[in-house]
């Protein structure tokens, strides 16, 4: 099935947006408004839906004519584009959304057409798959690996390049002890959360 | 600049095709599905986090009322979304540099596509096809795909290793310690902020 690659589910959702002429904002320019001020970091939606690895909104206000001698034609809706790659199946990850990120869900999809809110999350479920186009081509250059799994590797790239600086010459007698202390600060260190930056601090800390 | 987060960039494009050739594409696409030498080709290019094609046929943008007004387009569209390292420039140039040929099979059924190599004209196809993203989000945001696989790498060596020299006698440890230095030295550059241009 071409929307997974590995363990990676590849999510494309085209969600007709709303059109509303009397509206003061249109309801496209309150999605991107509002999108404008959503935190990028793990502070915003995703960071608490924390098996997406990445993801993307977009507004799609028309197709695009490329010239002569192709047609012009135009859409008669403008389209919400939700983009991501999480890890795990489709109605979890939904799920997941609409109960870990409902405000940020409710303020961005409310300007879309069929929303049935998120209250309902077996309706909000069946909503999202009505405006899922399949996946034709998917890839996944690490498709076998978690976010947690990924960032718990990461942390460890980090201080094993640490440890390895700090420990320059030392004796077998003195190496080994220090490694094995080492091992004990990295297991019980706290992963880093999805979307910080603040891996290398984190690591600072723990060595 | 919402197309870009850290070390990560965020392309979408949209390209019309007459629908009699979405049906070539599909068996294309059906085809590298199975035999991967596109997926082998990015996984080579190793800067390509994700990234996907999607055929939208003329009939199947999402209509969820009636009150919404019915498309009566003429052309399928295929989209492109990918999340990349590095700047849009030296991305276009190593795709017509590298996949050139896979590129080719893939847009070739697209109204006005001009071929991926030279590459100005290329260039010019994907910036009018080109869409701007409105917000992005990875999990990982000072990480190329890269230093994802060597952390993996690091990774493994270190479980291997912790579990190898677990009650192992100082003298042989040194010599333990020697090989998994070896092994990891190449995996063990740093995260962080991106350079500035990327």
């Known amino acids: ?207 | 600049m919402s197309n870009i987060h850290g070390k990560a960039y965020a392309m979408n494009t949209v390209s019309p095709m007459k629908p009699w050739k979405t049906y070539i594409l599909r068996l294309g696409f059906f085809v590298w599905n199975h035999y991967k030498p596109i997926g082998d080709g990015l996984v080579q290019l190793s800067f390509i986090h994700f990234a996907r094609w999607v055929i939208v046929p003329r009939y199947a943008f999402p209509r969820l009322s009636e009150q919404q007004p019915k498309d009566n387009l003429q052309y399928d569209y295929l989209f492109f979304f990918s999340n990349f390292n590095g700047t849009w420039n030296q991305y276009i140039d190593a795709f017509s540099a590298v996949l050139f040929s896979g590129l080719n099979l893939i847009w070739r059924w697209s109204e006005k596509f001009p071929g991926s190599v030279p590459v100005t004209p290329f260039k010019n196809f994907i910036v009018r096809g080109q869409v701007e993203t409105d917000y992005y989000y990875t999990a990982y945001p000072h990480a190329t795909t890269n230093d994802v696989k060597a952390a993996h790498r690091v990774q493994s060596a270190l479980d291997d290793f912790a579990k190898l020299t677990e009650g192992m006698p100082p003298a042989k440890f040194a010599d333990a310690y020697l090989q998994f230095l070896v092994k990891v030295q190449g995996d063990l550059g740093e995260t962080g902020e991106a350079p500035v241009g990327t």
């Not at chain 1, 408004?33 to 799609?60: C, E, I, K, W």
């Not at chain 1, 999809?109 to 081509?137: L, S």
């Open chain 1, 1 to 207: 099935m071409a929307n997974q690659s590995g363990s990676i589910y590849g999510l494309t959702i085209l969600s007709p947006i709303k059109d509303d002429p009397n509206a003061e904002i249109s309801p496209s320019l309150a999605i991107r408004m509002y999108l404008q001020t959503l935190p990028v970091d793990g502070g915003g939606p995703f960071g608490r839906v924390s098996n997406t690895h990445m993801a993307r909104l977009v507004v799609l206000d028309d197709v695009v004519y490329f010239g002569m001698p192709s047609c012009e034609e135009h859409l008669k809706s403008q389209y919400l584009i939700f983009e991501s790659n999480f890890d795990g199946e489709l109605e979890p990850y939904l799920t997941q959304l609409a109960t870990e990120a409902r405000d940020e869900v409710h303020n961005i999809w409310q300007h879309c057409i069929g929303y049935p809110g998120v209250q309902n999350v077996d309706a909000f479920i069946a909503y999202m798959k009505r405006c899922q186009v399949e996946t034709t081509f998917y890839f996944a250059d690490v498709n076998d690996k978690t976010v947690q799994q990924t960032l718990k590797a990461l942390q460890t790239q980090s201080a094993v390049a640490s440890f390895i600086e700090k420990n320059q010459g030392k004796r077998s007698e003195e190496l080994q002890p220090a490694f094995v202390e080492f091992m004990r600060r990295l297991n019980s260190a706290p992963r880093p959360k999805p979307g910080s930056t603040k891996g290398k601090e984190l690591t600072d800390e723990l060595l």
